[in-house]
């Protein structure tokens, strides 16, 4: 099987790639740019563990986060990329340190990490801070569009949790919900010509994903003339039927929107909350992200029924290598050549290139053994790794 892997990665060091979802920082971001910056930039600070500047503390701060995989991933990608052949440690933290000090003294080296050594021929980039952005990179950077705010367009006072309200975003003053679709359909639209290429949404993070298809009527209650907060019933209509009339949209203007599944706030933010506003919506299509984790049988369970249902692999390889090859064994069986995707989901270009040897390292070791398995030939192995890498991507987003 070592050998197949082994071929099966240098197949695809000749492969462009398109990276489906990314958060990439705006130039500003890689000015003054050390260790310390890199790590609080990256999934590692989700861990909650501190580090400082003394041996002690960094020598603690290793212990407890070696072994895991967003640090396994990050730690290899800044081996690989500023060719230290030894693990980070408190002795040549600073080491560390100075190589990416010294790399980023060109401005543009975060952009030549993606264009070159992670070989991107575009990154759908999702900034959530300034939504529909570019970067001001059009040349590698195609954006997707950000809808979590308008769920919040009730009250110029409600804002989703980046912060963002489309009212106030976007100066309108609003009370009839009919005016409201017409205004989120403008903008979509208006985004669509602007070069997105998709809709995004990470309302996971906000609350669950059970949306219901309700009336009209009933989002109209969440306007209040009085300008008192709504009811909690009032705001979920609402954002139910928001959130439906934007498949619509996303249907008519053939935008497929990418959703944030799994994780977030964890109550009803599995996939399967999204059976019915998938299946009341087929000529919608549904990008689910991340694998769902950790109910993944749901997506499997959703691609299975639904054709309109595609699964991204994006932060999954990142949360849990394992997980991933589970995954992927199991949506190359009940899915269709056409359907899964790739993105890395992170801000920096090292934790990037971190996630794409992730997925390398899944795509060769679960295909490896199909074909061990004679599940797969090994060129059926390279197709699988081009559509997922490439082809897919460029298909389903037009790109």
């Known amino acids: 099987m070592k050998r ?13 790639v398109i990276n489906t979802h990314s958060h990439h920082g705006r130039d500003p971001e890689f000015e003054n740019y050390s260790l310390e910056t890199l790590l609080n930039r990256s999934y590692v600070s989700w861990l909650g563990v501190p580090f400082g500047r003394t041996k002690e503390s960094r020598e603690q701060y290793l212990k407890k986060v070696r072994y895991n995989s967003y640090f396994v991933w990050l730690q290899r990608s800044l081996q690989e990329l500023y060719g230290i052949e030894e693990a980070l440690s408190a002795e040549n933290w ?23 050594k992670c070989r991107y021929e575009k990154i759908i980039l999702d900034t959530y801070w300034e939504p529909g952005s570019d970067n001001k990179h059009p040349e590698i950077f195609t954006p997707t569009f950000r809808i ?45 010509q602007e070069g997105c290429v998709a809709l995004k949404s990470a309302v996971a993070y906000d609350r669950g994903l059970d949306f219901q298809e309700v009336s009209k009527e009933k989002a109209q209650l969440a306007f209040k003339e009085d300008g008192k907060r709504p009811e909690p019933d009032e705001i979920k209509a609402f954002q139910d039927y928001v ?8 249907a008519e203007l053939d935008l497929p929107i990418q959703i944030h599944t799994g994780l977030g706030k964890l109550e009803k933010t599995n996939a399967m ?11 919608t299509k549904f990008v689910l992200f991340h694998g769902s984790y950790p109910w993944m049988d749901d997506i499997n369970g959703l691609l299975h029924l639904y054709p309109n249902v595609y699964p991204d692999l994006c932060w999954l390889p990142l949360i849990s290598t394992s997980a991933c090859e589970r995954m992927l064994d199991e949506l190359i069986e009940v899915g269709t050549a056409d359907k899964v995707c790739w993105g890395c989901d992170t801000w920096t270009s090292e934790e990037s290139y971190g996630a794409l040897l992730a997925m390398e390292h899944v795509l ?9 398995d004679g599940y797969l030939s090994p060129d059926d192995a390279r197709e699988i790794i081009a559509n997922i890498l490439y082809n897919n ?7």
């Open 94 to 116: 600073d080491e560390y340190s100075r190589r990416i000090r010294e790399a980023y003294q060109n401005k543009e080296h975060h952009l030549g990490l993606l264009k070159d």
């Open 393 to 399: 991507a460029k298909g389903l987003y037009k790109l």
């Open 243 to 250: 959130f439906y009339q934007i498949c619509k949209i996303a």
């Open 148 to 192: 979590n705010m308008f769920l919040y367009g009730y009250s110029k006072t409600a804002r989703d949790h980046n912060g963002n309200n489309p009212l106030i975003l976007y100066g309108r003053d609003i009370k009839d919900i009919d005016e409201y679709i017409d205004f989120v359909r403008e903008i979509i639209s208006r985004k669509k």
């Open 364 to 372: 060769s070791k679960v295909l490896a053994r199909k074909i061990e």
């Open 4 to 16: 197949y892997e082994q071929e099966l990665r240098s197949y695809m060091q000749e492969l462009r």
């Open 273 to 283: 909350q999204m059976q019915e506003v998938i299946s009341k919506n087929p000529g």
